[in-house]
């Protein structure tokens, strides 16, 4: 018999085993980022360079952020245009690229001050993790 609990369980575990919502969520704040006129080719083009990233048939990790732009993410959360943002900030603005937090006590969390250079540091190594997430 149909069962939909059993249904939902394997929805839940399929998804997560290809961890498709932090794909998706990364997709979808490159798209927000980039505003590209056609959504559709980009997202195949984002798509592509994750497969050739996994199939090393480029020989950098596709990072679907470039590093101007996870600057330009930053200097949005750093209103006070002081070269710092505070922990808080420094996790929401890594949520709004769609990556993980790998390191919740970054340089300078004790006083709540995370300059830009550490900011980008732990942005490019989310990505890159981010990136392997893809690679099943």
């Given at each position: ?52 990233s996994r199939d ?81």
């Amino acid at each position: 018999s149909f069962d939909i609990m059993e249904c939902k369980e394997e929805a839940r575990t399929y998804i997560n085993k290809h961890r498709i919502n932090e794909l998706l969520e990364t997709l979808t704040a490159s798209l927000a980022y980039n505003q590209p006129e056609n959504p559709s080719e980009f997202l195949v083009s984002e798509i592509t360079k994750l497969k050739e990233s996994r199939d090393n048939v480029t020989s950098a990790p596709s990072l679907l952020f470039k590093p101007e732009e996870m600057t330009a993410v930053f200097d949005i959360f750093d209103v006070s245009r002081s070269s710092f943002i505070s922990l808080n900030d420094y996790k929401q603005a890594l949520k709004t690229l769609g990556f993980p937090i790998l390191n919740a006590k970054p340089a300078g969390y004790e006083q709540s001050r995370i300059s830009r250079d550490t900011f980008l540091h732990e942005a490019t190594k989310a990505a890159t993790v981010a990136n392997a997430y893809y690679a099943q």
